[in-house]
């Protein structure tokens, strides 16, 4: 049974009705139509995982406040909806997600993603083996030859640059709330996600990388070989190694809340 792991660890570590295993952050900004498909796609991957939903809208200017009501409306109980008045960026979102969490665990959903049991069951048959889970790709689905090599290259210079050395650091990851909560983030852009695992890396978390699969995209196309992505990506990347090596390893993390 895809969910057996999970529900034995649930049933072991997790007999209080009202204690969490999950938070799923839900970053959206302009996403009210892609919405309803990835929090009904979450609905069928945890139907019985005490978790919860909570969709950060990031100031949208179309109707994703008033779809992600509706929707908790109809998941009550698993969805909590939080907005900024103003568009804040991508990492101001994952700190109202992470501040917000009340799950013991916490992983991030991208609006425009359909998570299935499919994406999920690697993660649940070890969660609790280590404080976070790193989502490794076993292919790039839809990446053309340029993407598969900027998907090769980027792991090596973070491990140059910062001694991490993952087979994958932008791929789904799951969190110990206790050690998340505690990271500051600076970066707004892709290199968030190494800026998160490298503090955590200094605050002592222990990792296992997870074999995973990623499913193609349905609609659109990764931005991942656009030039400005790309330079963009690389400004902010040199710009987290640079302020590492300025401040102290003790500035990277922020005890307590």
């Known amino acids: ?100 969490a009340r799950g013991r665990y916490v992983t991030v959903c991208p609006a425009d993603f359909e998570m299935t049991p499919i994406d999920w069951q690697p993660f649940s048959e070890r969660l609790g083996h280590a404080d976070v889970l790193v989502g490794c790709r076993r292919q790039r689905a839809g990446y053309n030859p340029l993407m598969r090599f900027n998907a090769w290259l980027y792991p090596q210079i973070v491990a140059r640059m910062f001694a991490l050395r993952l087979r994958d650091v932008n791929w789904i990851c799951v969190y110990r709330r206790s050690l998340i909560e505690r990271v500051a983030i600076t970066q707004k852009g892709i290199p968030m996600l190494t800026e998160i695992l490298v503090k955590l890396r200094d605050l002592g978390a222990t990792f296992l990388e997870i074999e995973c699969q990623m499913q193609p995209r349905r609609h659109g196309v990764p931005s991942a070989a656009r030039p400005r992505v790309m330079w963009r990506t690389l400004k902010g990347l040199l710009g987290l190694w640079w302020a590492y090596r300025l401040l102290p390893v003790l500035s990277h993390a922020r005890i307590g809340r």
């Open 1 to 100: 049974m895809l969910f057996a792991k999970l529900t034995e660890f649930n049933m072991s570590q997790h007999n209080q009705d009202t204690e969490l295993l999950l938070s799923i952050v839900v970053p959206a900004f302009n996403e009210a139509e892609n919405l309803p498909a990835c929090l009904a796609a979450l609905r069928e991957t945890f139907p019985g995982t005490p978790c919860e939903v909570l969709v950060i809208d990031d100031g949208s200017a179309d109707a994703t406040r008033a779809v992600a009501q509706r929707l908790a409306a109809d998941w009550p109980g698993r969805v909590r909806v939080h907005a900024h008045e103003n568009n804040q960026g991508l990492g101001a979102v994952l700190k109202t997600g992470f501040q917000l």
